[in-house]
């Protein structure tokens, strides 16, 4: 693993000086930034890689040529799927003010990704040098028209409902039903479809059927050929993970990792 960081954290030390902070790193399979927070935005990109962004609210992944927004004093962890070219930029909250104030995955665009990458030449962008200033200005402006993509896991608040999930996330290829992990988590099934609903704005199903998804998503990154990923991740079939990976982003696993 090499990096270039100024902390290893992987955030600005000492707070920005400019407008704008950015941090490259290459970073091993494995790697995990231990959770943190800062009082600037971030948005964080790979260029190579998966990234798999947690906080109390649920998680992100975060494939490669794909960045994730972080609000401002958001704890975070973030781990890594592969080998991950990583480059992240830092923004003063002001500059922001109208981003959605909660973590999301979004495409990246062809100018978009050069500019990321200008960016991460400089340690921070000095708002007094007109060039830098036009460059923080355009990103900026690139960011307010980016898609989103659902790569998210929301994650309830009710203690029961956690165990639930916290059970999955230790094993997602896990093929108990509903009514049996209820069971061994001490929770009526009931009580978890309501909340399941109510907390994550999806069905029990639905939030199974994304966290195998992502799961899947992340064997692939790290090197498992499809098969190996969507057996263990609990599909019955490969073609059953190509099949819902299609019809949630459009193409395959393989082709999604490569675009």
């Excluded at 080998?83 to 495409?107: A, D, G, I």
């Excluded at 991460?120 to 000095?126: H, I, M, P, V």
């Excluded at 996330?169 to 479809?193: F, H, M, N, V, Y």
Aim: some cysteine; charged content about 20%.
């Amino acid at each position: 693993m090499s990096h270039k960081c100024q902390s290893i954290l992987f955030a600005p030390n000492g707070g920005l000086l400019g407008e704008m902070a950015s941090v490259s790193a290459d970073l091993a399979h494995g790697y995990v930034i231990p959770e943190h927070s800062h009082p600037e935005d971030q948005l964080l990109f790979a260029s190579s890689g998966v990234m798999t962004l947690r906080t109390k609210q649920g998680v992100w992944v975060v494939p490669p040529l794909r960045a994730v927004w972080i609000p401002a004093d958001t704890p975070h962890t973030v781990a890594m799927s592969g080998p991950v070219s990583m480059r992240t930029l830092y923004f003063l909250p002001r500059l922001c003010r109208k981003f959605p104030r909660k973590c999301f995955v979004m495409n990246v665009s062809s100018l978009l990704r050069e500019l990321i990458l200008h960016a991460c030449k400089f340690k921070r962008l000095n708002k007094k040098a007109s060039a830098e200033r036009r460059i923080v200005e355009i990103i900026v402006d690139q960011l307010k028209a980016v898609n989103s993509i659902p790569l998210q896991l929301p994650h309830p608040t009710d203690s029961r409902a956690m165990r639930v999930v916290n059970a999955l996330l230790a094993d997602p290829g896990d093929q108990r039903d509903l009514e049996r992990l209820c069971k061994d988590c001490g929770a009526s099934k009931r009580t978890i479809q309501r909340v399941f609903l109510e907390e994550t704005k999806m069905n029990f199903g639905k939030w199974r059927q994304q966290l195998r998804l992502l799961h899947g998503l992340q064997l692939m990154a790290s090197g498992e050929k499809v098969t190996a990923a969507a057996l263990e991740a609990g599909y019955r079939s490969p073609s059953a993970f190509i099949s819902m990976f299609r019809k949630q982003l459009g193409t395959t696993p393989m082709r999604y990792l490569q675009l």
